[in-house]
């Protein structure tokens, strides 16, 4: 029988069949001597079996109990990432076997997660050696193409040309940054470096950084919102984050349009809204914006890559911040970045 298989509860059985032998001796004996009060002398008998059976039980299940509560222990230190936590289980039983099943569940998933630190290594070092092979034919080209357009200065279409392979070979070149720099968040090889960074100054580089095509392309970068609040980050990661949000606000918006960065602190968060009255984004297309490498049926030949919108959601959660996008057709899109302050946390 399975359930006697454990020690402790064949102990629990044999010791209550022997208080229960006990009581049927001495009751035998009080009949067969006949004695005057034998019945009263059978009840008290029957009385001390009933407590001896119950403390018997108690200090049973007060063991039982200090099992299960070691093992929930055990199961919440793993859980709170000690992977060496394990449940004892040297005895046998049906108790100790479902022990040594959570053991061994434990066993496989440190394998599992093992194997895919490994693989999420073995793909960052990939893209990361093939990245760095690809600077050096891509500056190359840079420079063939420099002097291509230094050498052609008379020659207005394969100016035109070599214009298009810049552009084409910016595109390559962002391409390979943006990926490492996403294979390197997948690894979890990045140490973010945050301090107390103030949001004006970091999106006043951001403004800094688009001031030239916002001249170009004939469109206002607004800038508003309170001089002193600052946000617990990494500088240059958010920067990063912003500069990808504000280049696609730039993608999607015509001459004329206005592209609003607003930032606000509640009690408890810290707000960057980034705001254009652009094309906007088509619903079908609002659930897909940050998988890598979408691309949209509607899209109409812009030359986004697909990758600066994961990218941005992977440093905002890195940041124990949240992304909203709230877009309408034709009218314009808002990307709202959510911050809890620390000391509110």
Known sequence: MKLLANRKIKTLFYRILMCMLIF??????????????????????????????????????????????NAVTQITEYISGNHDARIECDEEGELYRLFHE?????????????????????LKNTISDISHQLKTPLAALNIYNGLL?????????????????????????????????????DAGSIVFEKTSENVADMVGEVELHFAYRAKQEEKELVLSGDEHISLFCDCDWMIEALENI???????????????????????????????????????????????????????????????????????????GTIEVDSELGTGTTFILNFLIPTKM
Not at 26 to 47: D, G, P, R, T
Not at 58 to 67: A, G, M, P
Not at 154 to 176: G, T
Not at 310 to 318: F, G, N, Q, R
Request: charged share 25%; with cysteine.
């Open 246 to 320: 504000v280049k696609n606000a730039f993608d999607h918006t015509e001459k004329g349009n206005v592209i609003q960065i607003e930032w606000k602190q509640s009690a408890s968060v810290v707000q960057i809204m980034i705001k254009d009255n652009g094309s906007g984004i088509h619903p079908e297309d609002m659930h897909h914006i940050f998988k890598r490498f979408y691309r949209s049926r509607f899209s109409k030949d812009k030359q986004g890559i697909g990758l600066g919108l994961p990218l941005t959601k992977m440093i905002v959660e890195s940041h124990n």
């Open 24 to 69: 049927t001796i001495m009751s035998a004996s009080f009949i067969v001597l006949e004695l005057k009060n034998a019945a009263l002398y059978i009840l008290i008998c029957s009385l001390c079996m009933g407590i001896a059976i119950l403390v018997v039980c108690y200090l049973y299940f007060t063991e039982q109990n200090k099992i299960m509560e």
């Open 149 to 185: 357009q230094e050498e052609t200065e008379e020659l207005p279409e394969i100016q035109e040309f070599a214009a298009l392979s810049e552009k084409e070979l910016d595109r390559i070149e962002i391409l390979v940054q943006n990926l490492l720099k996403i294979t390197k968040l």
């Open 102 to 122: 959570v053991n061994a569940l434990a066993a496989i998933l440190n394998a599992h997660a093992e194997n895919e630190r490994k693989s999420k290594q073995f």
